[in-house]
């Protein structure tokens, strides 16, 4: 499988060197390295991948990642009670059905030429997480809710023409430096700590960072920590106050039973659709969304395409289309505002399958039941010796902070999946100043009763 000493990659296209010859030749450029002066020597590699050798046989590939594979354990292997960006939610059949489709799984991006309905079934998604956030726009979802977060404050900024946000300090280590690395450069990040007492950003420290040259305050409602942030609307409120915008990060299955953040004051709400019929896929799958009211300087603002309806040749006819599409790096190459391509298109269509599978009842009962499971468990763990509820005052949604004084979270872990049980997850992990006696649990509609007194007889028996 090579020619020489340059290995042919079966599953590369082009990748002999007589038919990468052959290219270069065709657009004139003596070699590839032509193609990256545009890059600064410095920021090149000067060596090969460290990348094993080609396999040969599509039976020998298969092989070797189902040996990868194996070395996974799932969470279904244990009882679970973790969370921190991937939860153990139900995935109805029927979103894996509508998933797999070959004119959703295998329509790229959903064309004229090879639509067959994902155009409508992105609408259909759009309209139907616009209608949940009581917003008028949203996008084709990004990678994740990182991105989203990140694009939603670069937006904040391009529309305010201010070059400072203001960022509640309650997020997972990843998503900060996402927002960190994202805005690098274009915005100045001002992080505002949460109240220890209460886990939730305090309307008084918001106010004291807020100035004229504050583009946007982001909050997350409910937090990392499960906390649901009572100040919302006394932050907008002020933030509005200044001339800034208010971007809320959110996961929409918390809508059933908070709020949704337009109520308060939110002009960019974003988030992740994980929890939307996506499943946990060992650490995915995930999908940004972006939303905000139909106002021409937010809604050129997105760099990712939007779909609406627009009239057909034929009379009284509707068509499913690109809506400014002239605003997106696709139309304006270098000169767009962002970058877009190839996202998470195919999650999105999931779930709106999700979406319409539950309808609002469905999604209402749902919030609430999350919400009572989670308070059921602060509640059991709160009388256990040994162990703090942290923040019981405030209110919370699907997670929780539990510290263990004089002891480590990984070893209470350790402890629990010896009995069968995953605890929650060790805030060093979650965090970028996270206490190592700190944890945070995860409850959803899969935990029963018995399931949490399991955990709670748990830590009972470890920590006596």
Known sequence: MAQGTTPVHPYVPNSAPATKQAMLEAIGVESIDEFFNVIPEELRMKRPLDIPAALDAEAELQRHMNGLLSR??????????????????????????INQRAEFLTAYAGEPYEDHGKWQALFEYTSLMAELLEMDVVNVPTYDGYQAAATALRMAG????????????????GKRAKLETFLSGVLTIDFVAPRPETGRIHHDDVVELLGPDTAAVFLETPNMIGVIEADAAEIAEFAHRQGALLVCSTD???LGFTEPPARWGADIVCGDIQSLGLGLHFGGANGGFIATHDDERFVFEFPSRLFGLAPTRVEGELGFCDVAYERTSLAMREDGVEWVGTAAALWGITAGAYLALMGPH???????????????????????????????????????????????????NEALLAR?????????TVFAAGSPDTAV???????????INALANALKEILS
Request: glycine share 8%.
């Open 72 to 97: 996974n354990r799932p969470t279904t292997a244990a009882l679970s009670f973790l969370g921190s960006g991937c939860y153990p939610h139900h995935v109805p059949a029927v979103c894996d059905e």
């Open 158 to 173: 391009r529309i305010t023409n201010r070059r400072r946000v203001i960022v509640a300090d309650t997020l997972a280590a």
């Open 252 to 254: 929409p299955l918390s």
């Open 362 to 412: 469905g999604m209402r009962t749902l919030g609430d039941t999350i919400a009572v499971r989670t308070r059921e468990a602060m509640g059991a763990l709160a009388e256990i010796p040994g162990l703090e509820v942290l923040h019981q005052r405030s209110a919370h949604w699907r997670e929780f902070a539990v510290r263990f004084p004089g002891r480590k979270a990984s070893q209470v």
């Open 420 to 428: 069968g049980i995953y605890g929650g997850a060790d805030a060093t």
């Open 441 to 451: 649990y995860c409850t959803t509609e899969l935990h029963t009763s018995n399931d």
